[in-house]
């Protein structure tokens, strides 16, 4: 495989299109400039780490391998690099030489948000026309095991430029019909992008319904959030579904998390729920910016959400350049190393509660901290009632509100 040296960026968002800049390595340091005629659109693409300028841009090796975040966010980690890796390997190539922008060429046009990469490495594998959710399962637990799989690069396909641990696939499903078929560019009349999660190994059994159960707490306790769903296969297996919140209506928005805006290392991360709240008033421009964030952090803390990594927050920017941030994702029960949380509440990651969530509150001028915190709590307070509704067993069910009941009686 010839190395790529020179990538071209384009845009396509909410159906137009741009040709933003390009990606250059050279001597093992890669360089980026925005296109001229991009640069007068206004539409600046990472208002806090890259310039925004027609200048070549150069970006510290850290934390990034030499990409800046917003190109680093195009790229797969966790189950998606896995899956990317082994897809290389089973062709003969030797993944210790793959660069940034060769693993960038790999996502091409279907990563996530609007970013599009050329030249892309093309797929000559025949993608499944009508996706049967148990045997993709199957697959994912021949990789994850080790052992080889007979399509693995139509998963990597279906969903190797996806972040996160957890294995997932990119669909189109028609909610008249329940039909789920391949997610393509253009998703046929009646269906929607959707994402479909699959247990890692370590993962409880029960994860798609716990992660179902926490999408309906996060409701109560007002936090945005774009549908969701139980998928259940043939076998009576369920899978947490939800519905792409970089496409709307058969067109792509531009995503950026927050570890790629902030530069932040997401796996040794320094950054507190304080960055995160003024980093969306500088792109909202709205103190309900800090609110949302407030609310989330609470919900986080009190539901043990201990997976609040800087990835798991994104922000949304349309084809005027507005920005929001975008609906809640990967909120669910979970632990940490250390039982740390992997986001800290004012300075504190270890056992936060309400006393540091209320100087947060202070520290950014809201007054009605107290009541989203009785809100929030509230909601989490019917954990065992919507655990019951969606069949959860008793033993997980109880050993979750044991969880939740520790962090109770420590506030």
Not at 58 to 79: A, H, I, Q, R, Y
Request: hydrophobic share 35%; aromatic share 12%.
């Amino acid at each position: 495989m010839k190395a790529i040296e020179k990538l071209f960026v384009s845009l396509y968002i909410e159906g137009q299109k741009y040709e933003v800049g390009e990606l250059i390595i050279s001597e093992q340091k890669i360089y980026f400039r925005y296109n001229s005629d991009f640069k007068s659109t206004g539409l600046n693409l990472s208002p806090i780490r890259l310039p925004f300028n027609t200048e070549i841009n150069t970006c510290p090796k850290e934390p990034f391998d030499g990409l800046f975040g917003v190109f680093n966010d195009s790229l797969p980690d966790g189950w998606g690099r896995l899956l990317l890796d082994r897809t290389l390997s089973s062709k003969g190539i030797n993944t210790s030489r793959i660069t940034p922008l060769d693993r960038l060429a790999f996502v091409g046009n279907g990563g996530m948000g609007a970013l599009v990469y050329q030249p892309e490495f093309e797929s000559d594998s025949e993608l499944l026309s009508e996706i049967e959710l148990d045997s993709i399962a199957n697959e994912v637990s021949q990789i994850l095991q080790g052992t080889s799989s007979e399509i693995i690069e139509e998963l990597f396909i279906l969903g190797g430029s996806s972040g996160g641990a957890r294995p997932k696939i990119f669909v189109a499903y028609n909610p008249n019909s329940e039909e789920i078929i391949h997610g393509e560019e253009e998703t046929p009349n009646g269906f929607e992008d959707w994402i479909i999660k699959f247990a890692s190994s370590i993962d409880n059994p029960e994860i798609a319904k716990i992660e179902y159960a926490y999408h309906k707490m996060a409701l109560k306790a007002g936090i945005e959030m774009n549908d969701c769903k139980l998928f259940k296969g043939k076998s009576g297996r369920f899978y947490f579904g939800t519905k792409r919140f970089d496409r709307k209506n058969n067109k792509r928005l531009h995503v950026h998390t927050a570890s790629g805006l902030m530069h932040d290392n997401f796996r040794a991360s320094t950054m507190d729920y304080g960055h995160l709240m003024d980093c969306a008033f500088r792109l909202e421009k709205h103190v309900n910016a800090y609110r949302k964030i407030f609310r989330l952090a609470a919900f986080n803390v009190f539901s043990h959400n201990h997976d609040d990594h800087s990835k798991n927050f994104s922000f949304l920017m349309n084809a005027k350049g507005i920005w929001q941030f975008a609906p809640a994702y990967d909120l669910t029960f979970s632990y940490s190393s250390f039982g740390f949380h992997s986001t800290m509440i004012a300075g504190e990651s270890q056992k936060p509660g309400v006393e540091h969530l209320l100087k947060l509150a202070n520290h950014f001028g809201l007054n009605d901290g107290k009541e989203i915190i009785d809100e929030v709590r509230s909601a989490i307070a019917d954990w065992k009632d919507i655990a019951k509704e969606f069949d959860i067993s008793s033993e997980t069910t109880e050993s979750i509100q044991l969880a939740l009941n520790k962090i109770g009686k420590s506030n």
